[in-house]
């Protein structure tokens, strides 16, 4: 299936849970049972990668001075 | 004898009264009443026993650094130093700081401030705001140094390891450092978005904690549009920051475990959904499989031959039974048949010439009446065996008549 854009990991582990819910509750045709499950199972394959793959972030040391927002890496003392 | 002016008076007595050591630096034990503070900040008010009453005055230089709000009916200890006001000629004492009795000035202005903000609404369960599930950047106020930033950073990493922490260094004790624990929430909600907000401190005395019970911080966590959460000292320090956050963390530790998700129970998460996701799949085939193998074990379909041979049977019932009926049917036809055949030969003339009857003929058609012959006609008479042509001698006249008129 083919995904316009790019789901966050919150909106596909919520799409994700949807998927799942849905499918518990029943009554789903067997073509939409197939079509869910390997949504479901690409979903949560994305959900898997992107908790291993995340993108590294720097914390930082901000503050303002002289209405300037200032942001430096954040060093952690003995870190 | 001299005449003084009252000037002069006044003035001499309070130089008494400042010779007076006992009256520098006492401390005097009372309870307040008539309290007055004017927008100058100067505070007025009566100190009073049973006994007796004292004007007393404290000037904004001193009433500022108060922690508690002095009111009527509250047993204090006053300290300073008596002297007299020249103008109405009457002494007072100007007091240099006030403690209440029995409690400590902080203890008596964290209830009091709390009795305030409690009753503006400031801590109702219905403000508090729900905290992110999945945060991304966590905003940090405490001191650079120290252990909070440690504890967070180390518990948050852990959890998720790529969660961004964004620290404004704030100072957490003293002069100025509610202003700016306040100002750094202040900072975070208008310049500088995080998805969660930690603030505190780590553990100290009532003293060290005081900035987390100031007014300025605990309206600034209200205001905060940013979730809140407080960690300030130990599990047991109960501070109005905490009371006014989003959600109390017993610890900094606790904190960042309540603003980070831990991605190994996310990951668990996921693999469950994905297991259910499976089994919910198994079973929908399955349930399927159970019902196709239901309709092709049913009858009709398992041995078609069954069905047919019992359509086979009804059809030979059928055909058994139209035969009967044809057969019933024709035979009480024949008969009926053989009924009107004996009566149609009852009806045969050959019958009737055959009992001694004869027949005439005139020209072809039957004689049936007199009135049909003339004499001389010639008429072939027939009998059982042949024909025997006949002359008509005479007709009787009276015959003839009747059968004249009857013709007519």
């Known amino acids: 299936m083919p995904r316009k854009k790019e789901l966050s990991f919150e909106e596909s582990l919520e799409k994700l849970e949807q998927i799942v819910a849905s499918m518990e509750s029943g009554d789903s045709s067997l073509k939409d049972l197939m079509a869910n499950y390997s949504e479901g199972v690409q979903l949560g394959n994305n959900c898997l990668k992107a908790l291993e793959d995340a993108e590294k972030t720097m914390d930082l040391l901000v503050r303002e001075d002289n209405k300037k927002v200032i942001k430096q890496e954040l060093q952690i003392e003995g870190e | ?408």
Request: charged share 25%.
């Open chain 2, 1 to 408: 004898m001299a005449i003084h002016s009252v000037s002069q008076v006044n003035k001499f007595i309070k130089s008494m009264f400042e010779r007076e050591n006992v009256l520098r630096g006492i401390m005097i034990r009372g309870e307040i009443s008539n309290f007055k503070c004017y927008p100058s900040g100067h505070c007025y008010f009566t100190l009073k026993d049973a006994g007796g009453a004292l004007k007393a005055v404290m000037f904004k230089s001193r009433a500022q650094h108060l922690r508690f709000q002095p009111v009527n009916g509250l047993k204090v200890v006053a300290s300073g130093t008596i002297s007299v006001y020249e103008r109405d000629g009457a002494y007072q004492l100007y007091v240099d700081s006030l403690a209440p009795e029995g409690t400590g000035d902080l203890q008596l202005a964290f209830e009091q401030l709390k009795a305030k903000l409690t009753e503006e609404g400031l801590f109702d369960q219905s403000w508090k705001k729900p905290l992110p599930v999945f945060p991304k950047r966590i905003g940090i106020v405490t001191s650079l140094a120290g252990a909070v930033l440690r504890d967070i950073y180390h518990v948050s990493k852990h959890r998720w390891p790529h969660i961004q922490l964004l620290l404004h260094p704030v100072q957490v004790q003293g002069e100025g450092s509610a202003e700016q624990i306040a100002a750094a929430i202040a900072f975070f909600n208008e310049k500088c978005p995080v998805d969660v907000l930690i603030v505190g401190r780590g553990g100290g005395s009532m003293e060290d904690l005081w900035s987390f019970n100031e007014e300025c911080v605990v309206r600034a966590i209200f205001a905060s549009k940013i979730p809140v959460i407080s960690a300030v000292g130990h599990e047991t320090d109960f501070t109005l920051a905490d009371f006014a956050a989003d959600v109390r963390a017993a610890t900094p530790s606790n904190a960042a475990e309540l603003a980070v998700p831990d991605c190994r129970e996310v990951a668990r998460h996921i693999v469950n959904l994905k297991a259910r996701l499976t089994s919910q799949v198994k079973k929908g085939i399955e349930s399927r499989r159970l019902r196709l193998n239901a309709c092709l074990k049913s009858p009709v379909l398992a041995s078609p031959q069954t069905m047919l041979a019992a359509r086979r049977q009804r059809l030979d019932y059928l055909l058994g039974d139209l035969q009967r009926l044809t057969e019933k049917s024709v035979t009480t036809k024949k008969h009926r048949l053989n009924l009107l055949l004996e009566r149609l030969d009852g009806m045969n003339p050959a019958g009737v010439l055959r009992r001694g009857y004869a027949v005439a003929e005139k020209r072809g058609k039957l004689v049936t009446r007199v009135a049909e012959v003339k004499p001389k006609d010639k008429l072939q008479l027939i009998l059982q065996d042949g024909r025997v042509p006949v002359e008509v001698l005479s007709v009787p006249e009276a015959e003839a008549v009747k059968a004249g008129k009857e013709g007519q």
